[in-house]
């Protein structure tokens, strides 16, 4: 049987080109130093802002290494793999990066994610941080609260107002004026550190509960895919029984894809406002920008569903029909088969130590079941065909009547 591969749609054809075209040279402005609209955003793989400078209103900044000596008398807006914030800056900060060091004071809010984040003088307002380390430098001062989430978080300095926030490990040494409530997770324990308290006081939080919980919202979720996409879920059990190296391979591709996909919008965007900029279409960059991280948040969105959610399904109604094969095959039985390999899939991932392993492979195998069966399906070839039966052949005829 002769296999008839689909054809590329003309509009794909026209459109992908364009697109890579325009990442290329996006890339290009990228890595080239540069400044748009009048200085406003700046970008390159390595930004810098002098001494003598004084930016008079708000800064853009997307690079791979970004220094700031000068003075911002706006918000500043930092997005790159390096960034030291020296100067001073009489707005808010919003940064993301591998390493970033706010050294200068800030009269407004500092917002900022990334892997070691540390802040040393002083900032009006608030705090809010996200990273892998968090330091609030003993000469650092907070004017508002400290709202923190990281592995190591360390508060040596002064805050006016109250510390609130999960970690890994965290510890005190400075001051701080309000409350301070800082969650500490390990295994299956949390403790709970009080201002005031030389040792920690041990809070045991209720994860059976979270556990009941997590299992009755993927329930409830498996239960909507089998009735809204009983094909889909069908597939990519098909798929994760049949495919595991493919699935597990899949798994890996999606989330790299995902990290792609986020890259290549943040170029297309500063690529947008770059074009809008020199044609004098200034107000096009707000439509620009907001598009853009109405995009992230809807990808983000469905990513993190996927990967809570969905593949926990698709795992877990893999294991329940392989604990009950054998039996007659009925949609109450297959629900039964998903509400019993999603207990089995809950039950696992919560427990200590081996449970983060075994969520990363359930990710892993149930995202790219998922991705597999797509693609398959989308090159024209059911995930499903391969466990149909052939129909036993017919009775040879009589010879001689």
Known sequence: MTRTRRRWPRWAAVALPLAAILLLLATTIVLAEDSFLGGKVRAGDQVTVPASETVD????????????????????????????????VDGDVMAAGGQLTVAGAVTGDVRMAGGTLTTSDAVTGDVLAAGGTVTIGSGGTVGGDVIVSGGQVSVDGTVTGSVEGT??????????????????????????????????SIVLQDDVFDALSHFVAVLILGLLLFWLLP????????????????????????????????IAIVLLMILLAIVFGLTRLGALVAIDIIGGVMLLGLGTFLFVLAL???????????????LLQGQEVNQWREIGALALGLLVVVVVTSLPVI???????????????????????????????????????????????
Do not use: C
């Open 231 to 262: 094909r889909t879920l069908h597939a990519s059990d098909t798929t994760l029984r049949e495919r595991p190296a493919a699935s597990l391979g899949g798994g890996f591709l999606a989330v790299l894809g995902y990290v792609v996909l986020v």
């Open 167 to 200: 970690a890994g490990n965290y510890t005190s040494s400075g001051t701080v004026g309000g409350s301070e409530h800082v969650v500490v997770r390990q295994g299956m324990w949390w403790w709970q550190e009080q201002a005031g308290n030389e040792q920690p």
């Open 308 to 322: 809570a959610f969905l593949a926990d399904i698709v795992v877990g109604f893999t294991i329940g029909r392989l």
């Open 355 to 401: 449970g983060g392993l075994a969520k990363l492979a359930v990710v892993l195998f149930g995202l790219g079941a998922l991705a597999v069966a797509a693609w398959t399906r989308w090159r024209g070839r059911p995930a499903a065909a391969a466990s149909v039966e052939p129909m036993p052949p017919a009775p040879a005829a009589p010879v001689g009547g």
């Open 57 to 88: 209103g708000n800064l853009y900044i997307f690079s791979g290494t970004a220094t700031i000596d000068g003075t911002i008398q706006g918000d500043l807006t930092v997005f790159a793999g390096t960034i030291n914030v020296n100067g001073d």
